[in-house]
Every structure is written in structure tokens, then in C-alpha cells.
């Protein structure tokens, strides 16, 4: 083991020396009057999951004072600090039909090979972020990316989260960290993406407080560091290793693009053969000494300490046939079938060997089948002047052919319709999901089940309204859950036989008036029972205004945000499993969440100065977000953004 240790650190320091190496080159050959210019044009980047669809740079002020991926969900809750377990306000149901562990408490933090981006740039292109803020908070994250060939790139991305935390046990410390490539043959029709990444987390879990949320907020606590918590070692680690290679062939016609003076050929694919592999070690261990011991209620394996732990390996292959949408002539001018769509077949294998001391679990393994289809009326010259133009729909569907999870499936539908001012779209889901790992199964010191569960159907189905003047949209969802698995307030899965209904209703506008700009979404939603339960109304809105100052050499955005969300019951969180769990004993909410931000940006520097719960001590010493877990105190951040383009 210490030897694989050792040859995993050398492989990332020369991994690092590497990436150092290239850009030295790259500085040391380029042209000085080149290495000062800033045009985000120079570097588009995309997605695995949408390799036809590129991206350019995003340089503006508007959301640098959201330093987190987090943080752009507007219903995010945090269970204290940057790095610790998060939760939404709103209800996420899975679409994707597979084995699933159950530990999603923690995702928004991990480089994930779906999460990666990948780069064409035409200049070495460096990206380094920094956040500072009060009580010891801090993020340093950066990007590298060159082509090293017109077909071959590189990118190498980074980063390290260490948050101290209001009050005592509470400090996390994240380290995430990929090496990805990219290449593309002269004639376009072969390519390949592979990915490396490495997630580290230690995170000290101190259970909540456990004395009523005013006298935590008293005089005889100026120092939150001295309010008790309900454990005093708890630890958690995870760490998670990837390997991801997706390559392919695709056939179709060139067309000619110009770029500045030169004209080059770009291959417009019409079908696409795609394969795919990923491969990942993960491990999870929760440690806590006997000193914490009375907090539970059982103690089953050692009675001095706890060591829970789970370690399993995953792979998976996916072969994937495609019919894009777009079909090229040898011009300039291209034109567009009306359909496109692809099948796919994916293998998946689960092998778990640790878990705790308990008896080791049978692999899972499943054998699934993908399947999609959608328009492109809008692009199609046959349609051109007919109202099908303006249609647009799609639909895809996942089915479990064979192994641990058979029969599961999901089936998502969608349409809309462009007419005029105002676009109506509509759309309808239904799946038949497994239970989790977790769900079924954990053996611990302090908590152990065993669990046969029938699948949780869903049906999901809604429509929204896209309104061009307010460039917002109105839209509202219906819900039908049958046989829904949740954690109960004994912190154990269970299952209610019966079906929970539900809706939401939300609206957000966007208006500018000049440089001032109200950017709101408002939600209202309600469930017919207990297990789902969720605030009856939560909004995020922002006002502010952006323009530019001194002959348009600093462009500014400066404004207030506010969050916030009526009463209800919010779950309690459980350490020791990362779980999330019903309870009805305390309300948490009604409480406004106010910040005030000031975004600057100088050429290719963006900086953010960021004052956050402003408002606390106003009306109210403070609410939780997740029981007992109160929300973090006043606050202030300085972000720094820097682009290099060498």
C-alpha cells in the first residue's frame, strides 16, 4: 500500500512538472507583444456531453461574486461552511437509470469527467482564482490550457478549499485536482478526450449545536467557537480516483469557415460512432472516538472507536451510435435533416470490497439501453415559411435490459413551440428507480439495516412560458411519487407505501432599466405529506447596476442580493451515514439572507468584494439551515479572477 502511495505522488508531481514545463515554453517562445493581449476569443471550450457545442470564455462582472459552483444554484443550502454537506430546497429526482451509491451530500464539490471542461485555444490560456474571507475561508483554484498541435490539447485543473468555519469541529479542507487531453486527427474524424482526476476531502463533523439556536447567539458566547456540539472527533475523509477515455469516428461533409485571413475546413458530422470508458476507486471512512459515544444510540462492533468505511470500484462502457442533425455541403451554406438522435448499450460494474468489518457484498453489475431522438425544424430549409418550423421536441429513454437493477427505466419528453413574443413548452417524465447502497444496506458501529425495497416511481410533468419582453419565464410542475424511500427521524431508510403529490410554481423575470437590472426567481410549491418536506415559498433576487467607468477601462457591477424562504421543517443531517433525514421537532427559515457585492474588471482581472448576511442580528439572531446546523454568521469575502492568454 505505502508503495502505491508513494508512485500516486510522484505520478501527480510530474504530472504538475509537466504542465509547469509546457507553459514556461510556451511564455519563452512567444512574442512580447503578443503575451499582454486579452481576447477570450482566442480559447473555446465544451462539454462531454455536448462536444458540438463550444463555449467562448465568459468575462463579464455580473456572477463573479458567486466564487462557487454551489453557489449558482439558487437553492442551495450549505450545513454550515464552504465544503461541508449541502442539500436543495427544492426536490431532485434522478433521470438516469443505473446503481447508485447514495452519497450526494458532498457532489458539488468533486471534479467529475461531466463537469470537466475541455479547450481549443489558439494561445496558452491560464486561469487563477483566489477568495479570501473572514474566520479563515479560503479557495484557490486555477486552469492551464494550450494546444500543443492545432489537434493536440492539454488542460490541467486545480483546486483547494480550506474553510475554518464559525464554530468549533467544523473545518474543511478539499483538494481536487485532473490532467485532461484532447485530440483530433488532421481530417476531423477520429477524436479522443481522456481525463485523470483525484478528489481529496478531510472534514471535521461536529454534529450541530446543541443548545437552542438564541443562547448559541448570546453574550456568553462572543466566541462560537465555545458553543458546545454534539461531537467533539468526528471525522470524515473521501477520496475518489478516475481514469475517463471517450473516443469516436464520425463521417459527414467540410465546409469552409473563415477565421481572421485564413480559411480552413470544418467537418459537419452526420453520423457518429462513440465509445466510452470510465473507471473509479473510491473510498469513504468516518472516524470518531469513544468520547462521542453517548450521541448514539447503539454501539455494535468496537466499543473504543469508530471506523466506518466503504471502498468500491466502478467501471463502465458505453457504446454510442449517432445521427446528428446537421447535414454539410462542400460551400459555405449548410442545411439541417429534421431529426436527429443515437442509441447506446452501457455496462456497469460495482465491485465493493470494504465495507467496515461487516461480510463482503456480491458486485453489481447492469447491462443498460439509451435511447433519444429530436427535432431541428427551426434550421431545416425544407420547412422554411411552415408552421412546424417553429415546433420543437425531443424525447429519450433509458431501460435496464439486464443485471442488478433490471427493469428500471426513465422517460423524459419535451415540446415547445416559438410564437412571437412568447414561447409555450411542456414536457413530461416518468421513471421506476432502485433503491440506493445506502438505502439498502449499511453496516456501522453506530448505525446497521439491511433493507428490501420496491422501485420509487415518478411521474413528473409541467410546462413554462418564456416571455422575450421580461426575458423571464413562468413555469409549473406537477408530481406524483409512489413508494418514496427517504431517512426517517430514527436517521434509518424507510419507505412510504403510498403515493405523495405535489406541485411548484415559479416565476423569474429579468428587467433592465438603463444599467440597472432586477434579476428575481420566485418559487411556491407544497407536498401532501411530511416526507417531502420543503419550504412553501423561497426566492433569490438580485438588484444592480453594471456599466463602465473612466473611457470604458473598468467595467463595474455593484448591487445587493437577497435569499429567502418561509418556515418549515428542515432535515436534520446524520455524519456519520452523510445522510439527510426527516424531522419535525424544529422550524427553520423565515429569515432574510442579504449580501452586497462590488465586481470590478480591469482587461483580463476581475475582483470581487462580497459582504454576506448583512442583515443578521436585525430581526433575528440567526436560523438553521439544516438542523441543528445554524447558517453561517456576517461575513466578507474578497475574490480575485485573473486571465492570462500567453
Not at 475541455?118 to 486561469?127: D, G, M, Q
Not at 428575481?520 to 447596476?545: E, H, K
Not at 439527510?580 to 474588471?601: I, P, R, S
Amino acid at each position: 500500500m505505502s508503495c502505491c502511495r508513494r508512485c500516486s505522488r510522484w505520478f501527480w508531481v510530474l504530472t504538475l512538472v509537466f504542465c509547469i514545463g509546457w507553459s514556461f515554453n510556451a511564455l519563452a517562445q512567444s512574442d512580447d507583444s503578443i503575451y499582454h493581449r486579452f481576447n477570450p476569443t482566442w480559447t473555446r471550450y465544451y462539454y462531454l456531453n455536448h462536444i458540438d457545442q463550444s463555449q467562448v470564455i465568459d468575462t463579464s462582472t455580473d456572477l463573479v461574486h458567486r466564487y462557487h459552483q454551489g453557489f449558482d444554484e439558487f437553492n442551495e443550502m450549505q450545513t454550515g461552511n464552504l465544503g461541508q454537506a449541502s442539500f436543495r430546497l427544492s426536490p431532485q429526482f434522478v433521470q438516469h437509470v443505473g446503481y447508485r451509491v447514495g452519497l450526494d451530500a458532498y457532489s458539488e464539490y468533486f471534479f467529475t469527467p461531466d463537469n470537466t471542461p475541455f479547450y481549443n485555444t489558439r494561445r496558452p490560456y491560464t486561469v487563477l482564482d483566489y477568495v479570501l474571507g473572514t474566520k479563515n475561508e479560503q479557495m484557490f483554484s486555477g486552469t492551464h490550457t494550450q494546444n500543443i498541435t492545432k489537434q493536440y490539447n492539454f488542460n490541467f485543473r486545480f483546486q483547494r478549499i480550506g474553510s475554518q468555519g464559525i464554530f468549533s469541529r467544523q473545518r474543511a479542507d478539499w483538494f481536487n485536482l485532473s490532467l485532461g487531453q484532447s485530440f483530433t486527427t488532421k481530417n476531423q474524424r477520429y477524436y479522443i478526450q481522456a481525463l485523470v482526476h483525484q478528489n481529496r476531502a478531510k472534514l471535521q463533523q461536529n454534529g450541530g449545536i446543541t443548545i437552542p439556536l438564541d443562547s448559541a447567539y448570546n453574550s456568553v458566547y462572543l466566541d462560537r467557537n465555545s458553543v458546545p456540539v454534539r461531537l467533539d472527533s468526528a471525522l470524515l475523509t473521501m477520496r475518489e480516483r478516475g481514469v475517463f477515455v471517450q473516443h469516436g469516428l464520425q463521417w459527414g461533409g467540410y465546409y469552409e469557415h473563415k477565421f481572421d485571413t485564413t480559411v480552413q475546413k470544418i467537418l459537419y458530422p452526420v453520423v457518429r460512432l462513440q465509445h466510452r470508458f470510465e473507471y473509479n476507486r473510491f473510498r469513504y471512512k468516518f472516524h470518531d472516538d469513544v468520547v462521542d459515544f453517548p450521541q448514539y444510540e447503539n454501539v455494535y462492533i468496537d466499543g473504543s472507536k469508530t471506523n466506518d468505511s466503504i471502498q468500491y470500484d466502478s467501471w463502465r462502457n458505453e457504446l454510442r451510435l449517432e445521427l446528428t442533425d446537421i447535414r454539410s455541403k462542400t460551400d459555405t451554406t449548410t442545411s439541417c435533416k429534421l431529426f436527429g438522435g443515437g442509441v447506446g448499450l452501457t455496462h456497469e460494474l460495482y465491485q465493493f470490497f470494504e465495507i467496515t468489518s461487516g461480510p463482503s457484498l456480491d458486485n453489481k453489475s447492469n447491462v443498460i439501453a439509451k435511447a433519444d431522438v429530436h427535432t431541428n425544424f427551426l434550421s431545416a430549409e425544407l420547412l422554411q415559411g411552415n408552421i412546424l418550423r417553429n415546433l420543437n421536441f425531443g424525447a429519450s429513454g433509458e431501460y435496464d435490459v439486464a443485471g442488478y437493477n433490471q427493469s428500471d427505466y426513465t422517460l423524459t419528453s419535451y415540446a415547445s413551440l416559438n410564437v412571437g413574443p412568447i414561447t409555450p413548452s411542456f414536457f413530461y417524465r416518468r421513471s421506476s428507480l432502485s433503491p440506493t447502497h445506502f438505502q439498502e444496506y449499511y453496516n456501522g458501529n453506530h448505525f446497521q439495516w439491511t433493507n428490501v425495497f420496491g422501485n420509487t416511481n415518478t411521474t413528473i410533468y409541467g410546462g413554462s412560458l418564456f416571455v422575450k419582453p421580461a426575458r423571464g419565464f413562468i413555469s409549473y410542475s406537477i408530481y406524483n411519487v409512489t413508494n418514496p424511500i427517504y431517512f426517517s427521524e430514527n436517521r434509518k431508510p424507510a419507505q412510504l407505501l403510498s403515493t405523495v403529490n405535489g406541485y411548484s410554481f415559479s416565476v423569474a423575470p429579468s428587467f433592465a432599466l438603463g444599467h440597472f437590472h432586477l434579476d428575481a426567481r420566485l418559487v411556491w410549491q407544497s407536498y401532501d405529506n411530511a416526507v417531502l418536506t420543503y419550504p412553501d415559498f423561497y426566492t433569490l433576487s438580485s438588484l444592480y447596476y453594471t456599466g463602465k467607468l473612466f473611457k470604458s477601462a473598468l467595467q463595474m457591477t455593484a448591487g445587493v442580493e437577497g435569499r429567502y424562504n418561509t418556515s418549515y421543517d428542515a432535515p436534520s443531517f446524520e455524519p456519520n451515514t452523510s445522510q439527510f433525514y426527516v424531522q419535525h421537532e424544529t422550524e427553520a427559515g423565515d429569515y432574510m439572507w442579504l449580501d452586497a457585492f462590488l465586481n470590478l474588471k480591469i482587461r483580463s482581472v476581475r475582483v470581487s468584494l462580497l459582504g454576506q448576511n448583512l442583515l443578521q442580528g436585525t430581526s433575528k439572531v440567526n436560523t438553521y439551515s439544516a438542523m441543528p446546523y445554524p447558517l453561517p454568521d456576517r461575513s466578507f469575502k474578497v475574490r480575485i479572477n485573473w486571465l492570462f492568454w500567453n
